[in-house]
């Protein structure tokens, strides 16, 4: 399994992005998938995630209602849309799968089995 992301830039606050996580080796459907991001001298946290099968979603409190993750089966692909961001929202931004995730744990990044590299996301204000 192989997960490479992008879609990261520098944007001015309010602005939006989108992210991509492009799987290869496996089927997107099969895999919960989260992103995470880590800003520079803080730990890695959780932002969003959509679980295998069913596509449930959930999201951390600081992202919830600006942004919105979503699966295109037939791309392979996970995406990340990031509306109204914020200088705070400033971070490497990494996606990350599993095959066997429960749900108490879609937010612990230790418990996913793949990752991609990250993909920077600036927002100036």
């Known amino acids: 399994v192989q997960l490479q992301a992008s879609g990261g830039g520098l944007v001015q606050a309010g602005g939006s992005l989108r992210l991509s996580c492009v799987m290869s080796g496996c089927t997107v459907s099969a895999y919960s998938v989260g992103w995470f991001r880590q800003a520079p001298g803080k730990e890695r946290e959780f932002v969003a995630a959509?679980?295998?099968?069913?596509?449930?979603?959930f999201y951390a409190d600081s992202v919830k209602g600006r942004f919105t993750i979503s699966r295109d089966n037939a791309k392979n692909t996970v995406y990340l849309q990031m509306n109204s961001l914020k200088p705070e929202d400033t971070a490497a931004y990494s996606c990350a799968a599993d095959a066997s995730l429960i749900t108490s744990s879609i937010g612990n990044g230790d418990a996913y089995d793949w990752w991609g590299q990250g993909t920077l996301v600036t927002v100036s204000s």
């Open positions: 959509i679980k295998r099968s069913g596509g449930t979603t």
